[in-house]
């Protein structure tokens, strides 16, 4: 069934459109010298025209800004600065939740109960406060940008692995796995470990999605890179202030950017899911 | 004979927390009795089976055999260790795992859909010390050729979902077999299989008890029970009311319920007891009928019965019952009228 | 006749290709008649059950033959009709688990008592309450029973009120799919009783699914043995057990236990089930089968028919 026409599966639409749109992102980082066609930083209309930003035009599609920047290659820049962020948090809140939540789950116990009450506490709060608590002691930096996000996405992967663990747990795969005589490490491995992967990519998804909202809403308050690098929250920010003047292209292009970009994860998610619902009957 | 397990007295009791405040204060308001004082013994190479209904509590008892409930009272003695007081590494420690095997109902759920089932014998062999590397591979591979999967290197490959019902639980019972274990507890081992094959299942077993391997089986399936064991346990409420040889319990039973299972089990003979006519069914662990448990569906109680609890009865050839009215020789062809 | 079915196909669109669960299977039903199909996992005998009252999931299609009941062809019924003059009035239903019937938020009575209303066949809720009644006590459960939940009772009582909605329209034909098996045998028995006792009351004629052939032996007038979507052999219950003519029933036989007969090991059907959408050619049972040629693998075989009205589809048919 794994060979199957990914289309044809439940589901299988909405991955192959996420997949495309996350390459397509990750595409335009990588290759961004190539791809953009001014620096992110350069000069790219005349001299008279600067100090006003200039509506799309054939030479700049998405316009340019009151400095005289393309808006087209700020995007293009810009991406390098989410996609790093979203990863690295990404790879950060797997490797601290994902571990937590198989010990906890596996196990129980007081520590368990500790690891849930302090995970659960800071769910709680809402994350786009919590990121921008962490990033204002952190101060601007991708790195710390990273680290922000992590904290807030620890607590999801901690409790969606947590909970599928205790749902296998009760399961008679575990009464034979135990019966067996598998060592727990080797149990929690080579058994938990890959039963609970789908729901970690699930996850993956739906947190980056979210996660990309909230990087933009760092950048937003300047907590990721500094102006004039090129960044979209950072360039919405800077936009607004001339959207009463008519200069629409400012913010809707990397607003654009933004949901879409996190659109993409959200579809892989979305689809991933029902993909494997679909598995479980067949 | 030297007895390779012993029961003696066993108790399982499940908490029951009938209230928040229960929950809270770790105060049980009331315990089902799922295992309520069951002895039993099982020689070296010897097939007994646990016969029961649902709620009989014949699954809870097979569980607190392999370690994976910790009883209440009582001891389960393996080979002059008492198991019940193990903890879980001990169980590893002492090499108990490898010599108390489990095969389960469902084969799908009791394998790791996501690894090849070669591979998770060959797990198996390495946790518990058989064998190592290429050795533990092979020896892999020839347990899954014991049970007739073949060709066994195409077979190791394959993932649970990819092989059938049947197939499946030969990989079980390849798992189980491939440890030289000195028991085997199967938990209904065919009553997920089509009729057509549980033969072929069953048979792996007693290829296994005829090498000395000690079998014990939970079943709800009377008529296999008699096919297959040298005894038979009948199993009803937690207790054990009727124990003895496979055929003296199956076709000739002293106790009023082991009747009423014998006679409902449709049969193609041309020649066979009426059916007894026991109505209701099997209450809750939680309200346990006072006296004989039998009592409030049994055609044959009085008022004795509801009364007192019925002392073990220990026949000549060591067949055992609970019952203060048990059914005489042949008992079984003349059901009491119903009403 | 109150059933007759006749060269039967039914088609599932699965993620995988297409199979026929049901493959030109022709059985007829009397008046007060109880017949048992019996089968395997996979034999297509569900999927036969539920095509009478047309309950069959969405990715299946009847794609070829005709069901009449009392001479209705319900092949031919849109779902409104179906549900007007089919479900509950002329065929009732039971499943396996009494959960697929009953709704658990509701008493056991109202459910009952709507479907009575639904139908007009009480016009006001207190009759209809008095006739859910009375089909609880004719099931064996205490009329009181009308306000109980679901929960409350207990499996065997469950599936006892799951018959009593079946029956409460007064149908000719009762559907039963695997009624028992989720039930301890003692009370399987008790069951099974009861439809012997409703069938001789109301006339009612029964269609019996089950992998069991000792009790569709024990109950039934007649029984049909199906195998990988079609009927291998169909006849009185009595011939069929004590000279079956297909090897499969034979096969089926040797590898059942039977308490009251002789104590020997059942002998089980080497190999498996077919993937049905892949099936074998010519007959279906041939790669399983101890009589089979070379003939077997190549044609289908034919109808063998005796004047006891039995049939078996076999090339090689035992003798008795």
């Not at chain 1, 001014?38 to 209309?45: A, I, L, R, W």
């Not at chain 1, 659109?263 to 998610?269: D, K, R």
């Not at chain 3, 979507?229 to 297909?246: M, N, T």
Request: charged content about 25%; proline content about 8%.
């Amino acid at each position: 069934m794994a060979k199957q026409a990914i289309l044809a599966r439940p589901g299988g639409l909405m991955v192959t459109a996420g997949l495309s749109i996350i390459l397509f992102y990750v595409a335009l980082a990588v290759l961004a010298p190539i791809l953009a066609p001014y620096g992110p930083t350069e000069v790219s209309v005349p001299k008279e025209l600067a100090g006003r930003p200039q509506p799309p035009s054939p030479e700049h599609p998405f316009g340019t800004n009151e400095l005289g920047y393309d808006v087209l290659s700020r995007i293009v820049w810009g991406s390098r600065v989410v996609v790093q962020v979203v990863a690295l948090s990404a790879v950060l809140s797997m490797a601290v939740g994902v571990p937590l939540g198989l010990v906890s789950g596996y196990y129980g116990g007081p520590v368990d109960r500790v690891l849930s009450l302090v995970m659960d506490s800071v769910y709680a709060f809402p994350g786009i406060l919590l990121a921008i608590a962490v990033a204002s002691v952190l101060g601007p930096s991708v790195g710390n940008a990273a680290i922000s996000l992590m904290v807030v996405y620890v607590p999801t992967y901690f409790r969606m692995v947590r909970a599928r663990v205790l749902e296998l747990k009760a399961r008679p795969l575990m009464e034979s796995l135990w019966t067996a005589g598998l060592p727990d490490h080797w149990i929690i491995l080579k058994h938990i470990l890959p039963n609970v992967a789908p729901t970690i990519l699930v996850v993956f998804g739906l947190a980056s999605a979210d996660a990309i909202l909230t990087e933009a809403g760092l950048s937003f308050f300047g907590l990721v890179v500094v102006y004039p690098e090129a960044d979209w929250g950072l360039d919405l920010y800077y936009g607004k202030n001339w959207l009463l003047s008519g200069a629409w292209w400012l913010t809707l292009f990397p607003g654009l950017a933004i949901t879409s970009f996190a659109a993409g994860f959200a579809l892989l998610g979305e689809g991933l899911a029902r993909m494997m619902g679909e598995e479980r009957w067949s | 004979m030297h007895q390779l397990l012993t029961i003696e007295d066993l108790k399982v009791y499940y908490p029951v927390y009938g209230s928040i405040a229960s929950r809270i204060l770790g105060k049980p308001t009331a315990y089902v009795k799922a295992v309520d004082g069951v002895s039993l013994a099982i020689g070296r190479g010897e097939w007994v089976s646990v016969v029961g209904e649902s709620g009989s509590g014949k699954t809870t008892l097979a569980k607190a055999i392999v370690g994976l409930l910790k009883p209440t009272a009582g001891t389960i003695l393996f080979d002059g260790i008492d198991v019940a007081r193990l903890s879980r590494r001990d169980w590893r420690r002492r090499g108990l795992r490898r010599r108390i095997q489990l095969v389960q109902q469902d084969p799908l759920e009791s394998l790791d859909p996501m690894m090849p089932v070669g591979e998770q014998i060959r797990e198996a062999l390495e946790a518990n010390g058989v064998a190592r590397g290429g050795e533990a591979r092979r020896k892999a591979l020839e347990a899954l050729e014991d049970v007739g999967l073949t060709p066994p290197e195409e077979m190791y490959k394959r993932r649970p979902r990819q092989l059938s019902g049947g197939q499946r639980q030969r990989v079980a019972i390849a798992r189980a077999l491939a440890l030289e274990p000195d028991l085997i507890v199967a938990d209904e081992p065919v009553s997920m299989i089509d009729v057509s094959l549980r033969a072929s299942i069953l048979d792996l077993l007693d290829k296994a008890r005829r090498r000395g391997t000690s079998v014990l089986m939970i079943t709800h399936d009377i008529a296999t029970a008699w096919i297959y064991s040298d005894r038979i346990a009948v199993m009803y409420l937690g207790k054990i009311v009727e124990e003895g040889s496979s055929n003296s319990v199956a076709r000739d039973p002293r106790h009023p319920y082991t009747a009423a299972l014998v006679t409902s089990v449709p049969s193609l003979a041309s020649r066979k007891p009426p059916k007894w006519p026991v109505e209701g069914e099997v209450p809750s662990g939680l309200r346990i009928p006072g006296g004989c448990r039998f009592h409030p569906r049994c055609p044959l109680a009085t008022s004795e019965c509801k009364e007192r609890e019925p002392a073990e009865t220990v026949e000549n050839g060591g067949r055992r019952y609970r019952c203060i009215h048990p059914l005489p020789p042949g008992g079984v062809w003349k059901p009491p009228r119903r009403g | 006749m109150v059933l007759k079915i006749d060269g039967l196909i039914i088609e599932y669109r699965t993620l995988r290709g297409p199979l026929k669960a049901v493959d030109g299977v022709s059985l007829a039903i009397g008046r007060g008649e109880w017949v048992s199909v019996v089968g395997e996992s996979g034999s297509g005998k569900t999927t036969l059950a539920l095509s009478i009252p047309r309950l069959l999931p969405a990715n299946a299609t009847i794609v070829g033959g005709t069901i009449e009941i009392e001479g209705v062809d319900v092949t031919r019924l849109g779902e409104d009709e179906l549900r007007r003059r089919v479900r509950g009035r002329l065929v009732g239903v039971v499943f396996q688990e009494p959960g697929a019937t009953l709704d658990p938020l509701r008493r056991v009575g109202d459910q009952i008592a709507e479907a009575l209303m639904v139908h007009g066949l009480a016009s006001t809720k207190e009759e209809a309450l008095r006739l859910a009644g009375d089909a609880l006590e004719k099931v064996g459960v205490p009329r009181e029973r009308v306000s109980s939940y679901p929960f409350q009772l207990s499996g065997g009582q469950r599936q006892r009120v799951a018959i009593a909605a079946a029956i409460a329209l007064e149908p000719k034909l009762l559907v039963a799919d695997e009624p028992t098996t989720a039930l301890d045998v003692v009370v399987q028995s008790r069951i099974m009783d009861l439809l012997d006792k409703l069938r001789d009351d109301m006339d009612l004629s029964i269609l019996l699914v089950t992998h069991d052939i000792a009790l569709a032996a024990e109950r039934s007038d007649r029984i049909a043995v199906m195998y990988a979507g079609k009927l291998a052999e169909e006849g009185p219950a009595g011939e069929i057990v004590i000279g079956p003519l297909h090897p499969y029933t034979r096969g089926l036989l040797d590898a059942t236990p039977d308490l009251w007969g002789e104590r020997r090991k059942p002998k089980p059907i080497p190999g498996s089930p077919p993937d049905l959408r892949n099936p074998p050619s010519g007959c279906r049972f041939h790669p399983r089968c101890p009589l089979a040629t070379s003939e077997c693998k190549e044609r289908e075989p034919p109808e063998v028919r005796e004047s006891s009205g039995r049939r078996a589809y076999c090339f090689h048919p035992l003798t008795r």
